[in-house]
């Protein structure tokens, strides 16, 4: 635990940025991502890309002792501590992180870690014997009225409750209330035989399951000091990039559907459709589920993958490109999307948001770059900021990552080794850490290994740090805009819940 | 806009509208069945009980120009007390419970219940944590099970397709 104190001071002072905090029994485990780049003060202005890889900085990922930390040479580094809790207690985070507070309460709810001074003291995954009496925030207030929602939505969509306090149509506060797809991940995970765990972990949240699958796969080798075949290395990002495209696209088609213009996801989702279509011709599943696995990949690409891949990147690109014409010159929708669900730059900062929610707030962070993983330090890809900080910023953030993605899947399919696919994991005993970009952002994974099972494991999605900027999005909007700053962060509630 | 609109009036989004013919026999049966049974069609409410989100995306991929469910008569709509089926994803985690066995209750007779994906059938890879209850069928009477992990939109279709007896 040497340094607890001071990381915990660094993340206060803004110089480190929180990237996850879980428990075991008796221990309570922090990561922090050391030298990302500062907060842009001045902006870097409207849609300005900046190039990846940065200048390669010489110092490798640096971890705790013992611990193999799947990363690469530029940037940013992780830095993983562990703090005994013989006691069963620890000072709290969260008193000067604000960020920390949901994961902490987490950790309480989970393994009984009591920290001390925990500013609000209210169970968050685990809902007890009576799952209806929350106590919510108190209201006072004449005019002020409460419009609770959820879990069970209109739409097709994951379960979590919001309670809106309104003042006419004007949203005052919005609380969430999550946890209600708790599957008890992390106790499924322990003890696991490591196949089994890697089903576990690409079913933890099912839109990101090729992201999630690669962080934990990164994460065990790491552990076991083993390194995947390259064609395996380059086949995950083939996946990952397939994986994004089809989720933007499907968002973005969302996000004009929520303002009404349902024209739009008429059009995105048979783009997306055909992305999915792609997919499982190329690896057997539509959303590429265990496609990825610890040692490399179960699967090859099929044998008319490339020919596909490649017919499908010319023809979501032509249809793309009208798509966005068409979303820059209709008027009506972008009254609805610009200045709609503001997130400061501060906060984005401040919480480490990561994806596109940090980004159309000018948070300049790709894991992708920084700490940054094979083989996109060899692949040219541009990753756009922003600094509105609205809707439609992170409607245009995905706009050009789909470019981007589109980009890095012609120059994979170019430079695609050969080779064996997969390749057999030593048995070792150690603990990896790995941090993996997704489509909704960056998702750290962490395991304990000994031999061929799993003793612990805790995969966190970039969601715990951005559910809670939607909170402070939504104020000041009236409730009718609310599904729309909902979409536009299309936050995880399973990847959440855990 | 206007000329986005004109051509998808011209051409169709998907082309073929029904690309497998798989789908189109599952079609034209599962129109009739509808009808048959129904009069008019059917108003399918999803719940999720606890999925991984994969089920509701492929759930999702019904209503595209692929799939097209509505052309079948068959929609999804933003109330149980609107439906007549309800599609239960996911093993059910204790703190969905209480809101699915509400969700069942506040659907008016007749009603189905489709339990939907590996996770609603059988608990899938959750089958051994303590945090979920289990399968839908432990919770509310199932009529009908769609396996898969998640099932693709097809299978989905040739599930609703059985549930009408067609």
């Known amino acids: 635990m040497s340094g607890w104190g001071e990381t915990v001071g660094r993340l206060a002072g803004g110089a480190a940025t929180l990237l996850g905090l879980w428990g075991e029994p008796g221990a309570v485990h922090l990561a922090v991502l050391e030298g990302a780049p500062p907060l842009p003060l001045g902006g870097w202005g409207e849609g300005v890309a900046r190039s990846a890889p940065p200048s390669p900085r010489p110092s490798p990922a640096s971890g705790r002792g013992g611990v193999g930390v799947a990363g690469g040479a530029t940037g940013a580094t992780i830095r993983h501590l562990i703090r005994p809790c013989p006691d069963g207690h620890y000072p709290a985070i969260s008193r000067v992180h604000p960020a920390a507070l949901r994961l902490e309460r987490t950790v309480r709810d989970l393994y009984g870690l009591d920290p001390i001074g925990l500013p609000d003291t209210r169970p968050w995954l685990a809902h007890g014997a009576h799952p209806t009496a929350y106590p919510f925030l108190p209201v006072e207030g004449a005019d002020l009225h409460q419009v609770p929602v959820g879990p069970v939505h209109a739409g097709i969509i994951e379960p979590g409750h919001f309670r809106f306090t309104c003042d006419g149509e004007t949203v005052v506060r919005l609380e969430q209330r999550l946890g209600y797809a708790h599957k008890g991940v992390e106790a499924l995970l322990a003890g696991a035989d490591l196949t089994v765990a890697a089903r576990i972990a690409g079913r933890i949240c099912g839109d990101s399951t090729v992201a999630y699958a690669l962080a934990f796969a990164r994460a065990t080798e790491a552990a076991c000091g083993a390194a995947p075949p390259p064609r395996a290395v380059w086949l995950r990002a083939l996946a990952a990039e397939l994986e994004r495209l089809a989720n933007h696209l499907g968002d973005v088609g969302g996000i004009c559907n929520d303002a009404a213009f349902a024209l739009m996801l008429a059009h995105c989702a048979v783009l997306r459709e055909q992305v999915l279509r792609t997919a499982s011709a190329c690896f057997g599943h539509r959303l590429m589920m265990d496609a990825v696995v610890p040692g490399g990949m179960a699967v090859d690409l099929a044998e008319d993958g490339a020919a596909r891949l490649g017919a499908l990147v010319g023809d979501v690109r032509t249809r793309f490109a009208r798509l966005v014409a068409l979303y820059d010159g209709t008027a009506s929708l972008q009254d609805r999307t610009v200045g709609t669900g503001i997130v400061t730059a501060d906060l984005a900062a401040r919480f480490g948001a990561g994806g596109y929610v940090g980004r159309a707030s000018g948070r300049d962070f790709d894991a992708r770059r920084s700490p940054g993983y094979p083989p996109y330090d060899r692949l040219a890809f541009d990753i756009p900021t922003r600094t509105e900080g609205d809707v439609n910023a992170r409607v245009w953030i995905r706009i050009e990552e789909i470019k981007q993605s589109l980009r890095l899947v012609e120059q994979i399919l170019d430079r695609l080794p050969s080779g064996p696919v997969r390749a057999a994991l030593p048995e070792a005993a150690g603990e990896g850490i790995a941090l993996v970009e997704g489509f909704r952002g960056d998702v750290l994974a962490w395991v304990r290994m000994d031999g061929d099972r799993v003793v612990r494991a805790h995969l966190r999605d970039p969601s715990w740090f951005q559910w809670p900027l939607l909170e402070a999005a939504a104020e000041g909007n009236i409730i009718a805009d609310f599904p729309l700053c909902n979409k536009s962060f299309n936050c995880a509630y399973s990847g959440h819940d855990l | ?166």
């Open chain 2, 1 to 166: 806009m206007f000329r986005t609109l004109l051509s998808g009036l011209r051409s169709p989004l998907a082309e073929p509208p029904v690309a497998d013919p798989e789908l189109a026999a599952l079609g034209a049966q599962l129109d009739a069945a509808a009808r048959r049974r129904l009069g008019r069609g059917l108003s399918i409410r999803a719940v999720d009980a606890g999925s991984c989100n994969g089920c509701e995306l492929e759930l999702h991929a019904l209503s595209n120009a692929f799939y097209d469910l509505e052309r079948f008569g068959l929609r999804f709509v933003a109330s149980p007390r609107h439906a007549d089926v309800l599609m239960v994803t996911g093993p059910v985690t204790w703190h969905m419970r209480e809101a699915l066995v509400r969700t069942y209750a506040a659907t008016p007779d007749p009603k189905w219940v489709v339990a939907v994906g590996d996770c609603g059938v059988g608990c899938g890879v959750f089958a051994a944590s303590p945090a979920c209850v289990g399968s839908v069928a432990q919770v509310v009477p199932v009529d009908l099970t769609i396996p898969g992990c998640p099932p693709t939109p097809a299978r989905l279709l040739a599930g609703l397709l059985a549930l009408l007896g067609g």
